[in-house]
């Protein structure tokens, strides 16, 4: 399949939705603990915010069982510092995130009797009805993936709608990555040197690429539309 | 060295006009750090963001790698813009390599931001002090009228509804800055607008206050006490041109930002800082405005004849005579042209041109017919001593650029007059 032309962009307003795998199986054998992964998380959330007074964030957590949002900069007007020190994105995002991670545990529990086998099924129609629509809305979706294989599905669903799949080979200076790359506004993306796919696997994914860690998932569009995949996206 | 020249087109490119010294100072404001950020072209911006955390300079050569052939000249004027404002400092080494590296004090007061996230300026008043406070049309409306009132009073003011509080002095001030590009105003100030503000006070103060001024939330109460003295002084000013509402409650007095101040710091690309268009030119030299304003009618009346004035509808003409006006207060037939283009009426705005090409080109020649004679001081020397000496103050002239004619049979020379010093120190010592 073809990627996605790229639509044209006067302006560098973007909007960003980053969907944040935090499922424990992958970030108990992760090289790089999630509390440093957040930190770098969040200093890019920051400095997409610090480009241009129009940008707007969305995060999404993505969980074992569930997804939710944890943090809307369109939502949280209380900037500023927050309880003396702590500024006031990171505690929203942060006491969010706790929540849907206890939230995400329990649920996990009561579902462990139904059995696995067709929530998988129905969440990869959902992926692929994502990433379709993405591709027709013209939505790039980046991956910046930091498991140890790669992603099958997320290097096809970048491919396809145009966006960047990057796997940092030293995920400790991920927030340069993130920087350098992720943090590109579509209008500038068509005159810069980006990384680009040295090879996509285009077989059919197999059911356990789930279970692999997707820790970054960010995907910026044109603000000024509403976005049609928003809650494709949340049934991941 | 930088190739862009700088056109103060708005307050951030002001702030960028300012001189070297002045510019390292403003950047020790993390405020003015995020505006002058913000005011980047996109490409300038990433180049920012990519190289925030890396403390050594990085080569020309690497960062052009950064880039696709197709991206050279964004590249370029990236770049230049960067080193105009200082933030990035250039180095060429023994190996004649030119590397680049961020300002440090822009980069630590960015570095701060990207951890904390934004910080306000201030804290708002809390709502059981201030009551009531206006709701943001409210506050827009206001904003506006102060606006327009202003403007009026600037083009013409007997026709300002109530007069305001600006001083006359600053008035004139204001319009001698303003009169040769007062029919392209859009609300926001302007370089000479800005010189307004500018009596005894470091520029430099002025523009952090205007900056964080901007970083405050529109519609928020902030109390006038937290400010300095210069700063209170400004803000009634600024209050007048409504940047700001002054409210007074029963012990403390506060100031509301309006979407004036706070859109300061924001550079928008054309586009989407439009408004919608007014005006219909027709072929015929009529003119058809649907405005209520009364500031679009007095801008009108600078190179029109109007003729109705209908509730919402203005129908003027454009004559010989409403043009040679304008032309004597200082308006180009251009910048009546690209009023006329930008302020188009969606109905017309869609047509290429959206002007007629007839009533722009009249505009164009009756403003050539005024320019046919070119003034240039100059001073004429004769009865020079020999042919050589003529011949050589010829030549001197040329190579200043200063000559303008010569008739060398009667031996008489015109030179201009910046160079007649020049030329009186050259004949002396020729002798």
């Not at chain 2, 056109?7 to 390292?24: E, G, H, Q, T, Y």
């Not at chain 2, 109460?221 to 409650?249: H, P």
């Not at chain 2, 309006?258 to 550079?267: G, H, Q, R």
Request: hydrophobic residues 40%.
């Amino acid at each position: 399949m073809a990627s996605a032309p790229s639509k044209l962009y006067a302006d560098d307003v973007s909007l960003l939705m980053v969907l944040l795998d935090t499922n424990p199986l992958f970030w108990s054998t992760s090289s790089l603990p999630f509390s440093n992964f957040l930190s770098h998380v969040l200093s890019f959330l920051n400095s997409i915010l610090l480009l241009n007074q129009l940008n707007q964030v969305a995060v999404i957590a993505t969980g074992y069982n569930s997804c939710d949002y944890i943090f809307d900069s369109s939502v949280s007007t209380s900037r500023g510092l927050e309880n003396g020190r702590m500024p006031a994105l990171c505690s929203n995002l942060l006491q969010k995130l706790e929540e849907f991670v206890v939230r995400d545990e329990q649920l996990c529990k009561e579902g462990s009797e139904n059995g696995l086998a067709s929530s998988l099924l129905s969440g990869y129609v959902a992926i692929m009805n994502a990433i379709f629509s993405a591709q027709r809305s013209m939505v790039p979706i980046d991956s910046c993936y930091l498991g140890s294989n790669n992603s099958a599905f997320l290097q096809q669903a970048s491919y396809i709608t145009g966006g960047v799949y990057l796997k940092p080979q030293q995920p400790d200076g991920l927030f340069q990555y993130l920087s350098t790359v992720f943090a590109t506004d579509l209008h500038s993306r068509t005159f810069l040197q980006l990384p680009k796919s040295v090879g996509v696997d285009f077989r059919a994914s197999k059911e356990d690429s789930r279970k692999d860690g997707r820790p970054l998932e960010s995907r910026r569009k044109d603000s000024r539309k509403n976005d049609p995949n928003i809650q494709l996206a949340s049934s991941v | 060295m930088p190739q862009v020249r700088i056109i103060a087109k708005n307050f951030m490119d002001m702030v960028a006009s300012l001189p070297a010294m002045k510019l390292d100072n403003l950047y020790s404001n993390a405020f003015i750090c995020e505006a002058i950020l913000r005011s980047l072209p996109p490409l300038a911006k990433k180049y920012v963001l990519q190289m925030l955390c890396i403390d050594g300079p990085i080569s020309a050569k690497s960062m052009q790698e950064w880039v696709l052939a197709d991206g050279a000249s964004k590249h370029k004027v990236a770049v230049d813009r960067l080193l105009q404002l200082r933030i990035f400092t250039e180095t060429v080494d023994r190996k004649r390599e030119t590397s680049y590296r961020l300002n440090p004090v822009f980069q630590s007061n960015l570095q701060k931001l990207l951890v904390s996230g934004e910080v306000l300026p201030g804290e708002p008043l809390p709502s059981s002090i201030t009551a009531r406070l206006p709701s943001l049309e409210e506050l827009d409306v206001f904003a506006i009228e102060q606006w327009e009132c202003f403007m009026l009073q600037l083009i013409n003011s007997s026709q300002a509804e109530r007069p305001s509080n600006i001083s006359s002095s600053t008035m004139k001030v204001f319009q001698r800055g303003l009169l040769t590009q007062r029919d392209k105003e859009a609300p926001r100030l302007t370089e000479s607008g800005f010189q307004f503000l500018d009596r005894g006070v470091d520029p430099a103060d002025l523009i952090s206050f205007l900056l964080e001024l901007s970083f405050h939330v529109t519609g928020e109460a902030y109390n006038i006490s937290s400010l300095t003295d210069i700063q209170r002084e400004t803000i009634k000013d600024l209050a007048d041109l409504g940047l700001v509402k002054l409210q007074q409650g029963r012990k403390e007095s506060w100031f509301i930002p309006s979407k004036l101040a706070t859109n300061l710091s924001m550079s928008l690309t054309d586009s989407s800082s439009r408004k919608q268009g007014f005006v219909v030119v027709e072929t015929n030299f009529r003119m058809y405005a649907y405005s209520t304003s009364k500031l679009h009618c007095e801008i009108l009346r600078l190179f029109s004849r109007i003729e109705y004035q209908l509730p919402n509808l203005i129908v003027a003409a454009i004559t010989k005579e409403s043009l040679y006006n304008a032309f004597e207060n200082g308006i180009t037939a251009e910048q009546i042209i690209s009023f006329l283009q930008q302020n188009a009426h969606p109905r017309v705005a869609e047509r290429i041109p959206s002007v007629p090409e007839n009533v722009t080109d009249q505009m164009r020649l009756w403003e050539a017919d005024l320019n046919r004679v070119e003034m240039i001081p100059a001073h004429c020397y004769d009865e020079f001593p020999s042919r050589e000496v003529f011949e050589g103050a010829c030549e001197f002239a040329r190579e200043g650029n200063g000559f303008l004619w010569e008739d060398s049979k009667k031996m008489r020379l015109i030179v201009k007059a910046e160079i007649h010093k020049n030329m009186r120190e050259y004949l002396s010592r020729s002798k």
